[in-house]
Structure formats: C-alpha cells, structure tokens
C-alpha cells in the first residue's frame, strides 16, 4: 500500500528548469475540452461533468465528504477501514464479483482515503460507462461488510500499521502533524492505531457508512468522453434509492499558530537521517495558496531549486531536499523535507535555517522567479494529463476549496508576482512558529560535521539539466 501521506497537494515535482515558454504551449484547453460543471441533482448528490472527448475513455469518481477527521476517539481508522471493506461485496455482488465485472468491461477500480475525505475511483472505456457506474454505486452505497471478509481486512490493515511503523517517512509524518495539530484531528494517523482498529465492532462500522455516506455528503466526478446532460440523467437514476437525510456537521477546529518551536527525535533501525520541518501554512480556498505553491517550487522542487543548489549541490550535505505546500480542508504546512548521512545532521539543521532566514531577506532574481512559476505551473499540468488524474485532481480541490479554484489554478498561478514570493517568505517562514521531526539512526558511530559557511543572499545561478514527471503518490485500495 502506497502512503497517502500529503494528499493531493504534497505530490513532489522532480524536474528542473522549465521555461514559461514550454509551459505556456500547455495552458489552454484543447478544442474539444469545456470546463467543468457542477450540479446538485434532485436527490441531493453533487455532480461534477467535465467533458473531454479526446480519447474515448471515462473515469468516474464518487467523493464522500467522510475522512478521519471525522471519526470519534472510540472508531479512528473506520473511514479507511470502510474503504477496504467496500470492495469485498454487496447484497447483490459476492466477494470478488465487482473486480470481475469490472475487469470484463476493462475498467479499473481503486480508491484512497484522506483525513478529508474518501474517494473510489473507476476508469474505463467510454461505451461502458453506464455500467461502470452502476457497479460503483452499488459498491459504496451497499456494502454488505461481511463479517469473515471484516475480520480478514481487519487483519490486513493491522499489518498496514506494522508496516508504517518501520518506514522513516511515515513515522517522520506523524511526529509533524503530532507537533503542528495539538487541536486539530490531522494530528491523528487516517489509517488509525494497532488498538483502534482491535477495538472497532461491525456495528460502529455500518453505523458509520449509514450516516456519512449519504447525498448531502456525495459528489460524483465524471470527466471523458460524455455529455453532461446524459451523465446527470444516469447517476440521478444510479443514486435514486439513496436515503437522504443530514449528516452530522462537521466540528470547526480554528488550529492556532505555534507560538513556539517545536520538536520530535527518534531513533530508528536506519542508515540515514531524516529532517523534516514544518511551517504553519493555508488552506487551498486561502488568498495566498497560489503564491504559497510557487514558494515551494521556487525553494525545493527540481535541481534549479534554491535549496537544493545550496544545501546539494553547493554544500554537499544532503542526499535529497524537497519542498511542499500541503493545503487540505483546514490549515496546512509548508514542508520542507531531506535526507542526508548522519553526520551532517546537526549541519543540516543550522544551514537550513539560516538559508531559511536570508531567504526573507531577499529579493527573487527575474529567471529564479519565472522558474518556479513555470514548475509550478508544470507540476500542475503533469498532475492532471489523463482523465483519472484530472478526476482526481477535481475532486480534491473541490473537497478542500471549491471547484472554482481547479477551474482558474493556472490562471491564478500566472497571476502570482515575485512581490507575492517576498511577502509570503516573510509571513510564513517564521522560526518561532515551526515544527521539526528527525529520524536518526539508533548507532550512531560518527563524527558530527560542524556548519562552517555563511547562507547565500544573492541571486544564485544552478545548473540546467533536463526534466522528468512528478512523482505522484497514491493509497490502494486493496
């Protein structure tokens, strides 16, 4: 299982320099692609149509405003739990039958789950698509969670956790949200804990598939070859038998600003060590969200990236250095991730945050700036080229903003000015307010390197190299 660990909008970009001129060949829709709809049909499900009739294929994805940070103490973990158990059957489909259905219309399914929401995804030829849907809808509105399939998934999801517990990162993650989100459920792990998912009856489980799976709390993302109308008339006629009724409000968590530094060490069965280091961010509905997204690629996305030429390339210090602007439902962070041998550690640390600290001070060079505007603009694109990825893409921003916000994003990527980077540096990198996570090796048998330098105020000029894709990440379902 792959971790779903940033959401959508933690999706590292590998590349390098990218020129706008590149970029700008790619921004406008091709002919046959319109922008997306949104629709609240007659029985209360939210529908998203966005048709694209270049290839003759169709994904359709079903939102369930539901995550973990809508679960109780008593059931941490039972969105994703649920998520797992969807696929094992339903009063009319027995275990393995919807993965054999849909396998003979060649489709493909999977699903992930977030601390906002859950999300189940099919993707196939557009000739299937009635099919496909009605497969989808009976899957996640009709569980049977049969309680043998329950118990095996149970003990599926236990080993999950086990496995999490001795991958760097993932322990790295928890110890950051635990510092960032004293207040806030996205403190929490989404897959839940070793004594959660024990404890879990079947009962809390339907009871809670009962009262969050319901229209109010669905949105139906459909993008491909379709036509609008048909599609709303068929997932209307899918979700008819839906029960529709409130669900519970969601509790609003104002998750205030650290007021201090914060810090976790752990020792680890590991020959590297892991830094992780956390600023207070936005949410993506937030002003500075764009500006936030090209701050990020302009200190650690690609080789051209600030802190990469310097802590890299110039210093030699780090294996690796990443940065990313996590934006969820609610507050996010500004991440700024590296790894490096252990005896560069406590260098590491001094020379990032004095890096940290000039870059407020400084005043983005013309050709750093249009680069990192353009890799952001970039990622973006490499983050919705199919029609699962778009889908996908879609129903994040409209989980965690508004569908307006994927509507205009390279609009409003474009409209962000080196102005922009300086004010945002200056708010939110600020050192009083972070969170930093290390993960060492339990032996150390080294020598500590001392930092010896002085950070870099003026415009730095890294070396080209060619690029490549983003690399995604994605929790599966099964």
């Not at 319901?214 to 993008?223: E, G």
């Not at 956390?278 to 996305?301: H, I, K, M, T």
């Not at 890096?355 to 060079?365: H, I």
């Not at 032996?443 to 950070?455: D, N, Q």
């Amino acid at each position: 299982m792959k971790l779903l660990l940033l959401l959508l909008f933690c999706t590292i970009f590998a590349g390098t320099m990218v020129e706008a001129s590149w970029a700008s060949k790619y921004t406008s829709r091709a002919p046959t692609e319109a922008s997306p709809q949104k629709r609240v049909l007659p029985g209360g499900v939210s529908l998203i149509v966005h048709e694209d009739h270049t290839d003759e294929l169709v994904a359709v994805h079903i939102w369930i405003a539901a995550g973990s940070r809508d679960e109780t103490d008593d059931i941490r973990g039972t969105s994703h739990f649920i998520e797992h158990l969807v696929f094992k059957g339903t009063a009319a489909r027995g275990p393995g039958q919807i993965d054999r259905e849909l396998d003979a219309l060649g489709a493909e399914n999977n699903a992930l789950t977030s601390y906002d929401f859950t999300a189940y995804t099919v993707i196939g030829p557009s000739s299937a698509f009635s099919a496909m849907l009605e497969v989808q809808v009976d899957m996640v509105l009709n569980p049977a969670f049969d309680p043998i399939e329950l118990e095996k998934e149970r003990e599926i999801i236990l080993e999950e956790i086990r496995q999490e517990e001795d991958i760097p990162q993932s322990v790295q993650w928890d110890m950051l949200t635990d510092m960032a989100y004293p207040n806030h459920p996205y403190r929490l792990p989404i897959i839940g804990t070793v004594a959660s998912i024990k404890e879990i009856p079947r009962k809390s489980i339907v009871e809670y598939h009962r009262t969050m799976y319901v229209p109010a709390n669905i949105t139906v993302v459909v993008t491909g070859d379709v036509r609008e109308d048909a599609v709303a008339k068929e997932v209307e006629k899918a979700f008819s038998q839906c029960v529709s009724f409130a669900p519970p409000s969601r509790k609003v968590v104002l998750e205030m600003s650290n007021q201090n530094q914060r810090r976790q060490a752990k020792e680890m069965d590991v020959t590297r060590s892991y830094l992780a280091l956390g600023y207070p961010g936005v949410s993506a509905s937030e002003r500075d969200f764009f500006a936030l997204e090209v701050a990020a690629a302009f200190l650690g996305q690609g080789p051209g990236s600030y802190l990469v030429h310097r802590l890299k390339d110039e210093l030699a210090l780090v294996d690796s250095i990443e940065c990313q602007n996590w934006a969820p439902r609610s507050r996010g962070l500004i991440i700024i991730e590296a790894v490096m041998p252990p005896e560069n550690l406590e260098a590491v640390e001094m020379a990032l945050i004095r890096e940290l600290e000039a870059v407020k001070s400084m005043t983005p060079g013309e050709n750093e700036f249009k680069r990192a505007r353009a890799v952001a603009l970039a990622h973006h694109l490499f983050q919705t080229e199919t029609y699962d990825q778009k889908a996908e893409m879609i129903g994040a921003l409209d989980n965690a903003a508004s569908l307006q916000v994927f509507d205009k994003y390279n609009d409003h990527l474009r409209s962000v000015t080196s102005a922009d980077l300086e004010r945002v540096f200056k708010k939110y990198l600020t050192l009083d307010n972070d969170s930093i996570a290390i993960i060492k090796p339990a032996k150390a048998g080294f020598e500590p390197v001392k930092a010896g330098f002085e950070p870099a105020i003026t415009d730095f000029k890294p070396a080209k190299s060619g690029s490549k894709p983003p690399e995604t990440g994605g929790e599966e379902s099964r």
